[in-house]
């Protein structure tokens, strides 16, 4: 394998780091496993500049395969829980990811479940190594609370009211 490829692997997968750092992500989601699964979320490819990032939807498998495709790291099929877990778990509760967004009604544990970046986000990180980067990640950081609160809203608008036998009203998803 050329050396270049391998480099440029390596080096975006740092650059991917580095944003979940500045975003304030602790170090389980600022491993190896959240940075992979963040490029395969953006359909950033190793040679491709930051501007490019995309916004797909992707299940979990799309993911690992995304990874092995274009950055050569090959996830087992049980690992599945591992990217959930380290990352894309803390990514939607972050809202830097959105869950479902085709279909909010859809079960969380549903095998249909996909992902997708939040526009916001999306935004940030395709201005990654430009000038705009600092003073428009400080901006994210003030605006994320208000990204949060809609999300919640958004969410609670999908559940299902429902008064128990003793008088006690719930919702459920």
């Known amino acids: 394998m050329p050396t270049s490829r391998r480099s440029a692997r390596k080096q975006k997968l740092i650059e ?3 944003v979940l750092t500045e975003l304030g992500f602790g170090p389980r ?66 809202g830097m990811l959105i869950r479902n967004p085709d279909d909010p009604a859809r079960a969380t544990t549903s095998a249909k479940t996909v992902y997708q970046i939040e526009p916001h986000a999306l935004e940030l990180i395709r201005s990654f190594g430009s000038l705009e980067w600092q003073s428009n990640l400080e901006a994210y950081v003030i605006s994320r609370e208000a990204i949060l609160h809609e999300l919640g809203r958004e969410r609670s608008m999908n559940r299902i009211p ?6 006690e009203k719930v919702t459920l998803s």
């Open 16 to 18: 991917a780091v580095q």
């Open 29 to 94: 989601q600022t491993n190896e496993t959240a940075g992979y699964s963040l490029l395969a979320l953006l359909a950033l490819k190793p040679t491709e500049s930051w501007d490019l990032a995309k916004a797909p939807l992707l299940g979990i498998t799309p993911i690992i395969e995304f990874i092995g495709n274009f950055y050569a790291v090959k996830y087992a099929p049980n690992s599945r829980e591992q990217i959930r877990d380290e990352a894309v778990k803390h990514f939607v509760e972050s």
């Open 162 to 167: 429902v008064t128990l036998p003793s008088g």
